[in-house]
């Protein structure tokens, strides 16, 4: 079976590199589409996204973006920086419910190639799930219609429990929960 995905800070742009549709940042247009489910954006709140990462660490491997396109963090204002860890808090609830792991990583590549990031100029938080004894889960599970199921399931689990929390909408099938907070 053919190896479409790679290892985690390969992130979506390699993939999406070889889809005509998407000539500018992958970041900026994925939120843009009608169908979420299919472009895996899990929930939305008025200043940022959160993403399932399409190359994952682990199951649950979530990206939390600002919609504001820039690499800058010190560009961010004070609504999109509130809005963007009030998101990542949401995630992390949202993980405890949909796949319950041990322990997370979370952070940004910041800086370029040097990070380790492939997305240098659209900043976002990576959250990583760990669990006790885990290691990449992408080589062991190499084959491509085992990935997007999993990744399927996974997005599901995951919508579950955002759509539970407080302030949370659903506006249409295959639509990302709306989250608003107070
Ligand atoms: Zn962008």
Known sequence: MEQVFAPWRIEWVRREEKNP????????????RADARENLVVARSEHAYVLLNNAPYNPGHLMVVPFAHGGEYAALDDDALLDHARLKQRAFDALDEAVGPDAYNAGLNLGGGAAGGSIDDHLHTHVVPRFD??????????????VVEALEETYDRLHDAFAD????????????????FD
């Open 133 to 146: 004894g885990d290691t990449n889960f992408m080589p062991v599970i190499s084959d491509t219609k085992v």
């Open 165 to 180: 929390q407080s302030g949370a909408t659903v506006p249409g099938e295959d639509a990302a929960v709306e989250l608003a």
């Open 21 to 32: 549709d998407i000539d500018e940042c992958v970041l900026c247009e994925l939120p843009e």
